[in-house]
């Protein structure tokens, strides 16, 4: 879950020769602390800074008592990080993946022999998170490998350890992407009572991995690896879930180049009231979040997400993180001012158009990042940097994956913004067929029902032959409103009203009067005709009389 990435702590948290015993259990349980518990990382590090001050002078302090003492853990949580054994290095995790069945107890895991796990069969170890560990296991039923994600039997009790845990299998089942690892379940072993998430395996390596192999990647290949992580957050967040811990670690890539978000353990629910952290906690990687989350964790939206993947991004195209430093506490007084160096400064291969885009996911203020996930997509693939294929991944196997080739064969991928506005077109088309029915009195008070499309109602409107204070609706029996409350209408009735001020400020007096007008018309030209035919007879009457 939290682990600083070893290249670029390289000289800072593994501790130097002359750093003593004491200054690197210190520094190993305040990591944990954050990893294990999500402390505030700023805090922890003002408390280290203090001990390690006061250990300086001479003083007898024990760090997890001073961190109990500062509130920022439980008595009970300090115990547990004492009996707890630091997370393995870099060596120790590569010798641990070629371990062949056993589990490791220093990994968190439970001890024994375990080769079960509610209906699967555990086949290999494949990594360790904050909370347990993670197994390559085997599901007879569905005949697939599956990755099984153990909570350790430590962490267990603790019950907001465990509503994570419980949390994470949740929120993973909600997310179904091909850029997303899939969970596909999670329970209670009967037999162990160990919890687990199971989990999509991905045979592949982490981005992480990628960066420690070859320092930095080529500008393709990291663009093709955060095209895919933005369509997953793009994915995430119309889910209402927010991952909250994106960085290169949690980014599994496939042999066919698909890059996989991971490890949903900090993600939250956007409209979940609920949460496991306190106020004021700051949750998450200190390198890749925002100011803002490492303030409070609370505060994290999408833009955090894309805060986030734009650090990541950077790293990638680097081989550095945007902010670096020796300290959390450091990294965000920072992230507070918002000032890192362009990127094409530290790759001069690195054009103007990525470093704006780094400028516009890595702003300080989130108001001035890019507010969804699907405009960074819309730019990076304007951009038209991002490899099709990855330069690491053997094309033959790329094109053995179907959603790959999809990829390659289809035209663009549609956008969110694209569907909401193909959507928004579709509604609209179908609003334009619709059957207005209306309702009105005549100038006689007379109740007229008509009916039309709403070119038509407008074009009656427009010649005047309906009243302004029509009432209209979309269907026979359906709630009419005045004309004037349908926005299909409103402009069409704001134009009538606007020519006829010489008539009738209101268009409705304008066409009763017309209308009545032409009544007195009518009746002076029958009067007319009537004066005309009497004048007549009286003529022929007088000359006959005559
Ligand atoms: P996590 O606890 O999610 O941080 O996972 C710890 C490590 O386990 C990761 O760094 C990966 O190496 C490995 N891992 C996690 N999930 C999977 C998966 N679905 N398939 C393969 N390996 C995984």
């Known amino acids: 879950m939290y682990y600083f990435p070893p290249k670029v702590l390289a000289n800072v948290e593994i501790p130097s020769d002359n750093t ?74 590569d010798a641990s993946r070629r371990r062949p069945t056993k589990f490791d107890p220093a990994a968190g895991a439970p001890a024994g022999d375990l080769t079960r796990i509610g209906p699967y069969r555990i086949l290999r170890r494949l990594g360790a998170g904050g909370m347990g560990a993670v197994y390559l296991g085997f599901d007879g039923a569905g005949n697939r490998q599956v990755a099984l994600k153990i909570l350790s039997a430590e962490q267990a009790p603790k019950q907001n350890i465990l509503q994570r845990f419980q949390r994470e299998g949740r929120h993973g089942a909600l997310l179904v992407h091909p850029n997303i690892v899939r969970t596909f379940g999670a329970a209670q072993d009967a037999e162990t009572g160990l919890h687990f998430i199971v989990l999509e395996y991905v045979e592949g390596i982490t981005a992480l991995d990628l960066l420690d192999r070859a320092g930095k990647l080529q500008i393709g290949d990291a663009l093709h690896i955060i095209l895919d992580i933005a369509r997953a957050l793009e994915h995430a967040h119309k889910s209402q879930i927010i991952h909250r811990d994106i960085k290169p670690g949690n980014i599994l890539v496939t042999p066919s180049g698909l890059a996989k978000l991971s490890d949903l353990g900090l993600a939250k629910r956007r409209d979940d009231p609920a949460s496991l952290t306190h106020a004021t906690q700051g949750i998450g990687t200190p390198y890749y979040m ?175 032959t309906i009243p302004a204070n029509a009432e209209a609706s979309l269907s026979a029996q359906g709630k009419f409103k005045p004309l004037g409350q349908w926005p299909e209408f409103q402009t069409g009735l704001a134009a009538a009203t606007s020519r006829e001020p010489e008539e009738k400020a209101n268009p409705a007096e304008a066409w009763a009067e017309r209308s009545g007008r032409g009544r007195w018309l009518w009746l002076a030209v029958a009067a007319a005709g009537i004066g005309a035919v009497g004048l007549v007879l009286t003529t022929v009457f007088l000359w006959v009389w005559n």
């Open 290 to 464: 925002p100011y803002e989350q490492a303030m409070n964790a609370k505060m994290a939206d999408e833009r955090s997400d894309i805060y986030a993947l734009g650090a990541t991004l950077y790293h990638l195209l680097t081989g550095e993180v945007p902010f670096p430093g020796e300290s959390s506490l450091e990294i965000v007084e920072k992230k507070a001012v918002g000032v890192f160096r362009r990127a094409s400064e530290i790759n001069t291969e690195i054009p103007v158009t990525l470093d704006e885009i780094l400028t516009r996911m890595l702003a300080r203020d989130p108001a001035s990042r890019y507010q969804t996930a699907s405009d960074v997509i819309v730019d990076l693939e304007r951009s038209h940097l991002a490899a099709k294929i990855p330069s690491f991944v053997q094309i033959d196997s790329a094109l053995q994956d179907p959603v790959v080739v999809e990829r390659l064969t289809s035209p663009v991928e549609t956008t969110q913004p694209d569907l909401q506005l193909q959507s928004a077109a579709q509604a609209k088309k179908a609003r334009e067929q619709q059957i207005w029915f209306l309702r009105y009195r005549d100038p006689r008070g007379n109740l007229v029902k008509a009916k039309g499309s709403a070119a038509n109602v407008l074009e009656r409107i427009k010649n005047g």
């Open 20 to 93: 003593t015993g004491a200054a690197q259990t210190n520094r190993r349980y305040a990591r944990m602390a954050i990893s294990f518990f999500a402390v505030d990382p700023v805090q922890v590090e003002r408390a280290l800074r203090a001990v390690q001050e006061r250990q300086g002078r001479g003083e007898n302090v024990d760090f997890l008592t001073a961190l109990t003492a500062a509130k920022i853990l439980s008595k009970s949580q300090a115990e547990h990080l004492r009996l707890e054994k630091a997370p393995a290095d870099q060596a120790e995790e």
